[in-house]
């Protein structure tokens, strides 16, 4: 597939995942490996950039070409999503520096 031509998105993911704040690297690297794999597994082009862990979710920036995507990833890496939103714009202190 020429994925050359695909308009990519960025998303955020919400997960609940009770005690995430407790984990262990060698079970975060456990669950990086689980995203990893299921990325993996489908011919769409989409990529997960990194994770923020609170104490009881993930919140995940990813990129694909539709939320249909981010959701067929969830299946596979069987963690449960509570909320995907799509990144509209980004605000950064770079930003603001350049604009002065």
């Given at each position: 597939?020429?994925?050359?031509?695909?308009?990519?998105?960025?998303?955020?993911?919400?997960?609940?995942?009770?005690?995430?704040?407790?984990?262990?690297?060698?079970?975060?690297?456990?669950v990086t490996k689980i995203y990893y794999e299921s990325v993996d597994?489908?011919?769409?082009?989409?990529?997960?950039?990194?994770?923020?862990?609170?104490?009881?979710?993930?919140?995940?920036?990813?990129?694909a070409e539709n939320v249909d995507n981010?959701?067929?990833d969830a299946e596979l890496d069987h963690f449960p999503i509570n909320a995907i939103s799509e990144v509209k714009t980004i605000i950064e202190r770079q930003n603001q520096r350049a604009n002065k």
């Open positions: 597939m020429d994925h050359k031509n695909i308009r990519m998105k960025k998303f955020v993911v919400e997960r609940d995942f009770s005690g995430a704040g407790n984990l262990s690297p060698g079970q975060l690297q456990a597994l489908l011919d769409k082009p989409r990529y997960w950039i990194q994770s923020f862990i609170t104490d009881s979710k993930i919140y995940s920036i990813r990129i981010v959701r067929k």
